[in-house]
């Protein structure tokens, strides 16, 4: 079957980085390895510039169309100034929006070869590999009420309301235990039940779920804090980590940075299953943004973005031997050598996006 991908490479370092993933698309069409039909739009700044607008209706239609979404980054000093409504991040979050991705996965891989970039010893962290599975449309970011109001006594008081109904914890919930069956079958889920409502919902919630649907699976619960000092101690204890949007936000900065730069590290947002055509809205993005002290000079890693794609290949396409080969690269060629500037050591020197994703391609 013919895959259908929209590429939206975005602003700075976006198009640098999605440029090496385009290489390895057209490479795989070529040699009737997948069959890929790509299409390419404006988001952001980019779009800002072409249409006055942070992304177009047209290119919202495709994007709603495509069967994944392949993100760049957005942003830069270049679009300060720009009305609100249409600043660059805009069209990321409407497009998190539309699509409804609520479940947004962020690995965090340590490649051997890089274990000595960490700041934890390399024992903890070489052969990392594990999964945060972050809630992305609800909770304490989205609940209302959310106000600031004058009290008239030179006080304020500022509300934000954290909101979970058993449906959008159930969902979630599904999204870790199918990624914990293809990888080492083992969920944790992380709450404060202890002084929260919606900790004593979540944790109820999962326990059911897991009962009736995922029985096979193993699963434990940690309190959240507790859960950040364990990911910082011992990562490797865990498989798959699955959390509401606001520790969800705070420990998948923690464990992206138990691996090293920003440059490394992928993600995916996806959505419901459509029940006619089964399948799931989804849109793969590196972590980090535009890099605009970098862009134009063809410095930036490839390799977030190029892992990103990889998940794509794993999650939307059930291409997981294809995805591990583009891993088994990405580790062959760091364990070679080779580094851009971001994860290169003193004194050697670096390679250029163009070079890493060639090389990447090589093997
Ligand atoms: P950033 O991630 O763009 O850059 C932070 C630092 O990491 C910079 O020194 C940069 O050179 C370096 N870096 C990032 N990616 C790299 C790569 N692939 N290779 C080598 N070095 C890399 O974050 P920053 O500076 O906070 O934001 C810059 C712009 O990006 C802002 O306009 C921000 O709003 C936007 N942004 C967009 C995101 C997105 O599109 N999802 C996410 C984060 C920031
Ligand atoms: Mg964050």
Redo the contacts with the bound molecule.
Sequence with gaps: ATHKLLLLP?????PE?MGEVKRLIDWLNSAGIAKFETDTGLV??SAYDAHKVSISEGDMAKALAADAII???????K??AVPYEVR??AG?LRLRKDLALFANLRPAVCYPALADASSLKRDAIEGLDIVIVRELTGGVYFGEPKTITDLGNGQKRAIDTQVYDTYEIERIGRVAFELARKRKNKVTSMEKRNVMKSGVLWNEVMTAVHKREYPDVTLEHQLADSGGMMLVKWPKQFDVIVTDNLFGDMLSDIAAMLTG????LPSASLGEVDVKSKKRKALY???????????GKG???????ISSFGMALRYSFDMGDLADKVDAAIAAVLASGLR????KSEGTTAAS?TQMGEAILME
């Design positions: 975005g602003d700075g370092i976006g980085v952001g700044g993100f760049g980054a957005v942003g830069g000093p679009w300060d660059p991040e990321l730069s920003l440059g490394m993005e590196p972590v980090h943004g535009s890099a605009p002290d970098i862009a410095l930036a890693n490839p390799i977030a973005m851009t500037a971001d994860i996006t």
